[in-house]
């Protein structure tokens, strides 16, 4: 059943190079409610629990390095088809691959380093939104 939730968290590269602004103003106008959103910072510990589904690949430990290496923006976000749009609205991992106007190609830098992460499926947004945040910390 489709939840019309998506979460994001906006990672480390985008957020040191000072592109939280926009980025978050891109998905206002994009129709998207925020209803959960928080500054954190995730030790190697948090960010190798996030990522474990990924645990046994070769880029885990880079992934949680990179992830754990600055301040996040962590967000729940709300729109009819939003699993979809979010994604259509950040573009291909790769931002040489991602359409133009999409959040990858305007402020990623690279695959590593692509601004941010959208969920891929309700079940991982409802997964990684509780990861980051409790039941008073969402506007429902």
Request: net charge negative; charged share 25%; glycine share 8%.
């Amino acid at each position: 059943m489709a939840t019309n939730r998506t979460f994001t968290m906006i990672k480390p590269d985008a957020f040191g190079a000072g592109n939280s602004g926009a980025i978050l103003k891109m998905i206002e106008e994009a129709g998207f409610k925020i209803i959960a959103l928080k500054t954190t910072r995730l030790d190697a510990k948090l960010a190798g629990e996030f990522y474990k589904v990924h645990q046994e690949r070769p880029f885990y430990a880079d992934l949680c390095k990179y992830m754990s290496s600055g301040p996040i923006i962590a967000a729940i976000l709300e729109k009819e088809n939003a699993i979809v749009d979010f994604r259509k609205l950040i573009g291909a991992t790769n931002p040489a691959d991602a359409e133009e106007g999409t959040i990858r190609k305007l402020y990623a830098t690279s695959i590593e380093a692509n601004a941010v992460h959208g969920s891929d499926s309700d079940e991982n947004a409802q997964i990684e939104g509780g990861f980051f945040f409790n039941a008073f910390e969402r506007i429902d």
